[in-house]
């Protein structure tokens, strides 16, 4: 038996752009796990995130039954903002949301830096359709 959940080869990384993220990975991944990712949002009480990156923002908020993506910034949940590096490494399972925090990669310019922490396993909900993890559920 194992405990390595890694998804990903090495071999694959690449840098991903700004829009590639934004535009056409994170809304395939919500239409895969969308409904997986919102119930550990949900489940770990995390408000909205917007992610900012070069002049552009995204918003990740919990819809009626799975995940949404909204252009723009809300007033109510966490602002990120963070280099096209840092996001394409987030969205690769590179850099975890504290990693990226730990080398100074992301600024949270709105809300707790615990929430933005907190949302590391629901990005791996999302990208990797892995749940997170609820008391009981071993």
């Known amino acids: 038996m194992t405990i390595d959940c890694r998804t990903r080869r090495h071999l694959d990384r690449r840098d991903l752009d700004r829009d590639e993220v ?15 990712a919102r119930r550990g949002m949900l489940y770990k009480g995390l408000p909205s ?3 900012r990156v070069d002049g552009r923002c995204l918003t990740v908020r919990a819809g009626e039954s799975s995940l ?23 969205v690769q399972d590179w850099k975890s949301t504290m990693g990226l925090a730990m080398t100074s ?18 990005f791996r909900a999302l990208l990797d359709g892995r749940p997170v993890h609820e008391a009981g559920a071993i």
């Open 22 to 36: 934004f535009d056409a990975i994170l809304p395939e991944a919500v239409e895969s796990h969308g409904a997986l």
């Open 49 to 51: 995130l917007g992610m």
């Open 68 to 90: 949404t993506l909204e252009e723009g910034e809300r007033h109510d949940g966490v602002v990120a903002e963070l280099s096209i590096e840092a996001l394409s490494n987030l």
């Open 105 to 122: 990669q992301v600024s949270i310019v709105q809300g707790e830096f615990g929430d933005w922490v907190g949302w590391e396993p629901v």
